[in-house]
């Protein structure tokens, strides 16, 4: 994990918008001019919002002149506000991750709209700054978000002090605050990830996507690395904190009655594609698409 990855708010590196000087620029403390029009949120529009996206992953395979393609997500509308989980489900490769990746700013999609606020999503450091605010990522497996070599605190403060908020004390504050909304004890301040279980590490992660109170969190397959024992206990952490914090969550997972158990609003996802979307309940109850009908018979789960 690099520090560049850190800064960006978000956890992880961004593909192909990477701008190391700019992930270092100082906070500006009040927004001013054109910056200010520009990420001014149209009102009434979901916070996060995909039009007709593309993504074409190009592969090691095929010639040297000639590299093979992966068509990942094949011309996707989506949308999440605050208030509502939507699921995504389907099986390996189907495109989730590459999806997810769209939805936080880390992957540019080869073509069609990504608005945030209403707005086109910018990739410059400051609109990936501003994004990485109001929208962060919860991965499947804890390690790769945390750094090894950083306590607790620190990996929690760090957000705080890359987006220039609050005093020392008010962060202190925070990351206290923050621990006890994923129900862990202040003696977990001061430990390195690999003192505490891998449930305990992903409460750490989730309170760092906490940290800059987003308005959505994208939580990519964030209990599949989990000990079964404890997958239910991070659901429902997950599930509780949207609701008291009023959170939007994107949730996904190649299982669908963990998806349909936290979500809202369903889109199944085959080859790329999103073949159905509707109200959980709904969906589950009278599916329409083969696909879906097909995941539907591998129900029950071990969640
Ligand atoms: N960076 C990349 N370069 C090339 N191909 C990629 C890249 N990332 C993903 N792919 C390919 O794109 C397709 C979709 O991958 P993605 O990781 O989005 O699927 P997924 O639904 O998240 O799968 P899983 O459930 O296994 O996590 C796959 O065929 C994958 O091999
Ligand atoms: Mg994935």
Redo the contacts with the bound molecule.
């Keep these: 994990m690099t520090e560049s990855a850190h800064l960006s708010g978000t956890g992880m590196p961004a593909e192909g918008v990477h701008d190391p000087d700019a992930d270092l620029a100082p906070v500006p403390a009040v927004e001013s001019g054109a910056d200010a029009r520009a990420t001014t949120p149209v009102a009434g529009a979901p916070t996060l919002e995909l039009r007709g996206v593309h993504v074409i ?3 090691r395979t095929g010639g040297l002149f000639k590299p093979g393609t ?1 068509h ?1 997500v094949n011309d996707v509308d989506f949308q999440v506000s605050r208030g509502e989980t939507v699921g995504i489900v ?1 099986e ?8 997810a990746r769209v939805l936080v700013g880390l992957q540019q999609p080869t073509r069609g709209d990504v608005l945030f606020r209403g707005r086109p999503l910018g990739y410059d450091a400051n609109s990936r700054r501003e994004l990485g605010r109001a929208v962060s990522v919860v991965f499947q497996d804890p390690a790769t978000a945390l750094n090894p070599r950083m306590i607790v605190r620190e990996q929690l403060i760090d957000p705080l002090k890359v987006h220039g908020i609050g005093t020392e004390d008010e962060r202190e504050d925070r990351v206290e605050r923050l621990l006890g909304l994923v129900g862990l004890p202040l003696s977990a301040l001061d430990v390195l990830p690999r003192q505490i279980s891998g449930g305990q590490r992903q409460r750490v992660a989730i309170a760092r996507a906490l940290a800059l109170e987003p308005d959505i969190i994208v939580a990519d ?1 964030p209990t599949s690395a989990l000990d079964v024992s404890v997958r239910a206990q991070v659901l429902n952490l997950l599930t509780d904190l949207k609701d008291e914090l009023n959170l939007g969550m994107v949730f996904i997972s ?1 299982d669908i009655s963990t998806v349909r158990h936290v979500s809202d609003r369903m889109a199944v996802m085959f080859a790329g594609q999103i073949v159905e979307t509707g109200p959980a309940d709904e969906l589950f109850a009278n599916p329409s698409h083969s696909y879906t009908r097909t995941l539907l018979s591998a129900v029950p789960s071990l969640l």
Excluded: D, I, Q
Aim: with cysteine; charged share 20%.
């Design positions: 992953h190009k592969t992966v990942a389907g390996s490769g189907c495109g989730k991750s590459t999806l397959e190649h």
